[in-house]
């Protein structure tokens, strides 16, 4: 199950994204490419620039930290080259935050994926280029040694350590964020699942639902997501080319009739 | 000079020219080389070896000096203490023992940059948002090693047997006050990898911290300390969390095809290489606090940029990072 994402809820920024899924709803918008300040302005590529705003109050030193690393993991697959001397700026809201009182570094940790996957979505509304399609996902161990994928708030209070990462579509890790008691082996496998998870939610080209040792893999929310968005920016297109046509057909018979009762000031 | 105006000007730079100029292909001569070896003299694996201080500053209940390299930090840790009837919503029952430092806010790191370290930190402004990541980075460790134990910080009163009391109850014990552990972080000197020496000087001056004795004293309902110093204890720290930093030097570009890529990793950079890098790997290993093997477990992989960094090459530094901390234990047990 993915995340369910609604596109464009903001009209003035660039590009938008409302997305939740079960623990949190972020809304992210970017802004971009715009006037940089001097003071933080680069010669070769665009400064990015990311706010997190948190559920209630202001933020803190716990933002800014999250702020520094999804800077640096967008900044990694984001053609930052294309636009140099300008600014891409982020903003993401953090609306719905999980009902029971989780510890700082598990609810910040449980955040991550969220607030990247709202990043990157709201990035493709904003028809920024990315070098690849990426996404994240949350896993946590349990107490017993099971591995979660998405895991449910009562999951997270109570496990024993908690994994946030993101890969792109070519199987590259992004980001890391462990934090708990851990070992080595339990690592590596957290890693390899969620790797997996994360490629199944990019979701092979062209391809029905995949189906690899008889296992049925999770739906490619993202791809599922894109698609409908392609299809309906094509719509719109198709639309607003269909009234400009019409537009031009009107204004070009006006003119005609014009012409009619008085010579073509252009001519 | 005549011989001068023949040849012209030279046209080969020193070694500090070249890295002024061209940073980037500075280091990467350096490491093509057929024996490669880092601008600054280190192997790719090699960690800068620490130098540690303790007990330099007589006003605070414990402090630590750490050098690393170009890299100083110096940590105090002030104890103050926290009545429990100030605590606006008492910690609930059901809350884990462990947590409670945590949930009362007992231990507060502040990590300050702004003291002129290097160019980039002017002195006197407000905490950039490095200095307010680190912050929160080490206090995350803190909290999440569970190194410090909440019994440590408690002052606790045995109440007097009332006559309501039955007679063979045990005397009932109250937890009056906490002691809560300021933890000031200065960096005076920056040359990169500023988590390492953080990390490694508040643990320290953890370590070095002993509390004065405190009670309750009931007749004028409040705390006392003893002023003798053989009465106060020392913190015991449950277990001991060593951080080690690689940064990812890498010639991959969006401009370029994926495989023509090369990276090297770079164990603890110095502040020249991590300008030069865009990724980033943190491993923090937690082991108990003996200088001996004793178990290991990993308390937080934190890598962030670029792509280079996989599951196989987290497993190669985090087996370097094993081998760091035991350097890093036997360095702090020595002294």
Partial sequence: ?267 | MANDAETGPGLTFPQDTFAKLTPRPYLLAHLKHKTPVRPNGRQQNEFRQPTINTGSLTHSNGSAVVRVGDTAVVCGVRGEILLASDIPHPPSDDLEEQDLVEELGLVVPNLELSTGCSPAHIPGNPPTSLAQSLSYRISAVLHDSHCINPDDLRINYTEPKTEDDLPDEPPKEVTKAYWTLYIDILCLALDGNAFDAALLAVTAALRDTTLPKAWWDPDRESILCSPVVSDSRSLRLSTMPVASSFAVFSTASHLKKREEAQSWILADADGFEEELCDETLTVVLNSGPSTGSGTTSILKIEKTGGTYIGKDVTDLCVRQASKRTSDIKTALGNR
Wanted: proline share 6%; aromatic share 4%; net charge negative.
């Fill in chain 1, 1 to 267: 199950m993915g995340p369910d994402v609604v596109n464009h809820p903001l009209s003035r920024a660039d590009g938008s994204t409302v997305l939740s899924n079960g623990l949190y709803t972020v809304i992210a918008g970017v802004n971009g490419p715009i006037e940089v300040q001097r003071r933080d302005e680069l010669p070769e590529e665009a400064a990015i620039e990311v706010n997190v705003r948190p559920a209630s109050g202001v933020g803190g030193i716990c933002e800014r930290w999250m702020e520094t690393v999804l800077q640096s993991a967008l900044k990694s697959i984001m053609l930052v080259h294309m636009f140099p001397r300008t600014l891409i700026q982020i903003t993401m809201q953090i609306t719905k935050e999980p009902s029971i009182k989780l510890r700082r570094s598990l609810y910040d940790f449980a955040l991550m994926p969220t607030l990247f996957n709202a990043a990157i979505t709201c990035l493709v509304d904003g028809g920024l280029p990315l070098a690849t399609t990426s996404t994240a996902a949350l896993a946590i161990i349990s107490p017993d040694d099971q591995v979660v994928l998405d895991p449910q708030e009562k999951e997270i209070a109570s496990c024993k350590s908690i994994h946030a990462m993101a890969f792109s579509a070519n199987g590259d890790q992004i980001l890391t964020q462990s934090s708990g008691d851990l070992n080595h082996e339990d690592w590596g496998k957290v890693a390899d699942m969620l790797k997996q998870a994360c490629i199944a939610a990019i979701g092979p080209a062209g391809e029905d639902t995949a189906m690899s040792n008889g296992v049925v893999q999770p739906e490619p929310w993202l791809r599922q997501h894109l698609e409908d968005e392609a299809k309906s920016a094509v719509r719109g297109k198709v639309k607003i080319e269909a009234q400009g046509r019409s537009r031009e057909i009107r204004s070009s018979s006006a003119a005609n009739s014009k012409d009619e009762n008085q010579p073509d000031s252009a001519t």
